[in-house]
């Protein structure tokens, strides 16, 4: 179905085009031509840190994220319950064993019970900045080194939250807050780190390329037609959170007060702009009526096939997941766009 006010719609306002052309004009199109290294370096600097690896997904950051770190088989790394499912695959992917904790009323990790789910086994954390909040690092971090931890990021919704843990990992998929399409990126200040993510990246060639490769490894590399898009994303990451934090005012303000709506945590950057309904379900269907566009919140990896527990409908993960949506979030969200969509849910509450 189309709809006039999609959740998600690419802001490709700077460079992109004329350095995709370049790119395809040098003949560069592969992982290994130069708009790559600028991106990695570009997106680093920005975040104040010292290394970037690109590669093909936030999925695949977050696999060669804990695969640098020596992750597998017997292992487990603390995950969030409320989140996308990636962030467990990505553990699971390396053999290692993920262990959920429940979300706070911000939906990010619950700081208070990750510690009691610390066993001998456990090698991370794996915070994730849940639409753009983040999440409560100082906490993390002490636990990690009181209890000899690394922490990798799960960054896929939060570009412009500056990273603090071992490793960050980033999604470049289009409806993120930048985008090159398909992408993700690792940053770390551990040059050996950087170095392993991207070798395993790369099909660990060994130096003289001999097609002797001496340990698992991946291809997820990122092509040169996408690090020209995310460099030029990356150009204009300030002017593009300054305009999502305009549209979070603006929808704060338009749905303050109405019966039947809860409002969320304001985020340190908007990714998507999340809120409850006790009609949900209905209020949905209604906005797809105006031709308004929205989604679910994530559903708790204890409900999810592969990893089932009996106690999911405990979970305020799962709560949250019964009666929260988002609406239409993108960089070129206009005014009169927000006052439609606003008024549209207004006029379904019977609001003035």
Same mark, same amino acid.
């Given at each position: 179905?189309?709809?006039?006010?999609?959740?998600?719609?690419?802001?490709?306002?700077?460079?992109?085009?004329?350095?995709?052309?370049?790119?395809?004009?040098?003949?560069?199109?592969?992982?290994?031509?130069?708009?790559?290294?600028?991106?990695?370096?570009?997106?680093?600097?920005?975040?104040?840190?010292?290394?970037?690896?690109?590669?093909?997904?936030?999925?695949?950051?977050?696999?060669?994220?804990?695969?640098?770190? /020596? @992750?597998?088989?017997? *292992?487990?790394?603390?995950?969030? &319950?409320?989140?996308?499912?990636?962030? =467990?695959? $990505?553990? !699971?992917?390396?053999?290692?064993?993920?262990?959920?904790?429940?979300?706070?009323?911000?939906?990010?990790?619950?700081?208070?019970?990750?510690?009691?789910?610390?066993?001998?086994?456990?090698?991370?954390?794996?915070?994730?900045?849940?639409?753009?909040?983040?999440?409560?690092?100082?906490?993390?971090?002490?636990?990690?080194?009181?209890?000899?931890?690394?922490?990798?990021?799960?960054?896929?919704?939060?570009?412009?939250?500056?990273?603090?843990?071992?490793?960050?990992?980033?999604?470049?998929?289009?409806?993120?807050?930048?985008?090159?399409?398909?992408? /993700? @990126?690792?940053?770390? *200040?551990?040059?050996?780190?950087? &170095?392993?993510?991207?070798?395993?990246? =790369?099909? $660990?060639? !060994?130096?003289?390329?001999?097609?002797?490769?001496?340990?698992?490894?991946?291809?997820?590399?990122?092509?040169?037609?996408?690090?020209?898009?995310?460099?030029?994303?990356?150009?204009?990451?300030?002017?593009?959170?300054?305009?999502?934090?305009?549209?979070?005012?603006?929808?704060?303000?338009?749905?303050?007060?109405?019966?039947?709506?809860?409002?969320?945590?304001?985020?340190?950057?908007?990714?998507?702009?999340?809120?409850?309904?006790?009609?949900?379900?209905?209020?949905?269907?209604?906005?797809?009526?105006?031709?308004?566009?929205?989604?679910?919140?994530?559903?708790?990896?204890?409900?999810?096939?592969?990893?089932?527990?009996?106690?999911?409908?405990?979970?305020?993960?799962?709560?949250?997941?019964?009666?929260?949506?988002?609406?239409?979030?993108?960089?070129?969200?206009?005014?009169?766009?927000?006052?439609?969509?606003?008024?549209?849910?207004?006029?379904?509450?019977?609001?003035?």
């Amino acid at each position: 179905m189309s709809f006039t006010h999609p959740v998600a719609v690419p802001w490709l306002g700077g460079r992109e085009l004329e350095y995709v052309t370049k790119a395809v004009g040098d003949g560069w199109i592969s992982s290994q031509g130069p708009y790559v290294p600028r991106f990695e370096s570009e997106f680093a600097e920005y975040n104040g840190v010292s290394y970037g690896v690109a590669c093909s997904s936030g999925t695949t950051a977050l696999t060669l994220a804990l695969r640098a770190l /020596g @992750i597998g088989p017997g *292992d487990e790394v603390i995950v969030p &319950e409320f989140t996308m499912i990636a962030s =467990a695959w $990505a553990v !699971t992917y390396t053999g290692a064993t993920p262990v959920f904790v429940d979300c706070g009323d911000d939906l990010n990790i619950d700081v208070s019970l990750i510690e009691e789910r610390i066993t001998p086994r456990t090698k991370a954390i794996m915070p994730v900045h849940i639409y753009g909040r983040r999440c409560a690092m100082d906490a993390i971090m002490n636990l990690a080194y009181e209890y000899n931890l690394r922490v990798v990021e799960d960054s896929a919704e939060a570009h412009g939250v500056r990273p603090v843990g071992d490793i960050a990992c980033f999604s470049l998929y289009s409806n993120k807050i930048i985008t090159a399409g398909e992408g /993700g @990126i690792c940053l770390t *200040d551990d040059r050996h780190l950087a &170095e392993q993510m991207a070798h395993l990246r =790369a099909m $660990a060639f !060994t130096r003289d390329h001999s097609f002797l490769h001496k340990k698992l490894a991946y291809n997820f590399r990122m092509t040169n037609m996408q690090a020209a898009v995310a460099l030029a994303q990356t150009e204009q990451l300030d002017t593009i959170l300054a305009k999502r934090r305009e549209i979070e005012r603006r929808y704060d303000e338009a749905l303050a007060g109405i019966d039947g709506i809860t409002l969320m945590p304001r985020r340190d950057v908007l990714w998507m702009y999340d809120v409850r309904a006790e009609r949900r379900e209905e209020l949905r269907d209604f906005l797809a009526s105006e031709s308004i566009e929205t989604r679910v919140f994530f559903k708790p990896m204890s409900r999810q096939p592969g990893y089932l527990a009996p106690d999911w409908r405990s979970l305020k993960a799962h709560r949250f997941s019964e009666d929260g949506f988002y609406l239409p979030t993108h960089t070129g969200l206009t005014t009169r766009d927000q006052e439609f969509i606003t008024d549209t849910v207004r006029k379904f509450c019977g609001a003035r």
